[in-house]
Structure formats: C-alpha cells, structure tokens
C-alpha cells in the first residue's frame, strides 16, 4: 500500500530556500516513481518534477529547472523537493503522487497515488 504525506511547507521570503520532503508511510512505493506537482488558486495543477526508484534521469518542467531538484531517499520511500530562489509566482499548495511509469509522473496527472499537499508560500 502506498500511502504519501507532505512536509516542508511554509513561509519564505523571496529568495529564499525550502526542502519539501514526501514519505509514503505505507512503504510499497520503493520501486515507483515520485513526482512533484502545485496547484495555485486559481490555476490548473502543473507537473514540477519526476524522478524513478533508481534515481535515473529525473525530469523537470521548464518553469523550474535549474531552480528546484528533486531527489529519492536511501530508503526509497521518500522523495525530496530542493526549492532555491523562491518567487512570489511559486505560491501554491504542492503535491507528490507516485505512479510506476515516468511518462505518467511526467505528462499527465493520472498517477495511482496522491497526497493531500503542503502548503507554500512565497512572500514579495
């Protein structure tokens, strides 16, 4: 069973840094994918980040490459989101669901796992 829960949301300055943590409490989730997504008010969900079990060739949307990196724990039930340079326009709540085919992580929102999101906040 695969069970995901988000942490690491809060306020932050512009500029600052933030480190998003998504742990799957159930434990089935070592050998799938984990991405990232934000939704803001107002606004459709939008795909931030991807990354396979073994860590391989994670993906990035353009709107925060460079900016954000997403990693695996050595556990591999738990996905990271490094977050620098935060901007005012990052303001969303952010997800991370989990799914066994990257292509799905990556290019749609019908991954089998979601959790319930994390609030962040970007202040000008």
């Known amino acids: 069973q695969v069970e995901l829960v988000e942490s690491g949301g809060g306020l932050v300055e512009t500029g600052g840094s933030l480190r998003l943590s998504c742990r799957d409490s159930?434990?089935?989730?070592?050998?799938?994918?984990l991405g990232w997504y934000r939704q803001a008010p107002g606004k459709e969900r939008e795909f931030l980040a991807a990354?396979?079990?073994?860590?391989?060739?994670?993906r990035y949307a353009d709107s925060v490459k460079g900016r954000f990196t997403i990693s695996r724990g050595n556990a591999k039930n738990t996905a990271f989101l490094q977050m620098n340079n935060l901007k005012p326009e990052d303001t969303a709540i952010y997800y991370c669901?989990?799914?066994?085919?990257?292509?799905?992580?990556?290019?749609?929102?019908?991954?089998?796992?979601w959790g319930r999101g994390t609030q962040v906040t970007v202040s000008s």
């Open positions: 669901a989990a799914d066994e085919e990257l292509w799905v992580l990556s290019r749609t929102f019908h991954a089998v796992y």
């Open positions: 159930g434990g089935a989730s070592k050998n799938y994918g």
């Open positions: 990354i396979l079990w073994n860590d391989v060739a994670p």
